[in-house]
């Protein structure tokens, strides 16, 4: 299974922020970590696994339950990163022709 590019960063360690929070949280486990942060089991154990980045969402849901910054989340884990790459389909305007394709298949759904 390929990694992702977050994990080919030498600081980068979910782990120390998954810690982080089950003793901020004075949680016993992943389980009561994945209940709390309202994922299921797996994804933090893929995250630990390194086989899952911990994704935008996840980190807002982090955000939310522990009242800290995300700039802080992001270096618990060893995410130095300053700036973000969107994939070449992101962010780009929409031509005509994609238009119309997108037009035609909401069209035949009716």
């Known amino acids: 299974m390929a990694e992702h590019a977050l994990s080919s ?3 980068y360690n979910p782990n120390h ?3 982080f929070l089950l003793e901020k949280m004075a949680l016993k486990n ?3 970590l994945s209940r709390k942060l309202e994922v299921a089991p797996p994804v933090i154990s893929k995250i630990r696994h390194r086989r899952l980045p911990i994704g935008a969402s996840l980190l807002i849901r982090m955000h939310e339950v522990t009242g800290m910054t995300i700039r802080d989340l992001r270096d618990l ?3 130095r990163r300053t700036k973000y790459r969107l ?3 992101q962010g780009k305007p929409k031509t005509s022709e ?3 394709n ?3 298949q909401a069209g035949s759904m009716h």
């Open 9 to 11: 960063q030498e600081s």
């Open 17 to 19: 922020l998954l810690d």
């Open 30 to 32: 992943d389980a009561a």
């Open 77 to 79: 884990m060893g995410d």
């Open 87 to 89: 994939s070449d389909a």
């Open 98 to 100: 994609n238009v119309g």
């Open 102 to 104: 997108v037009q035609q």
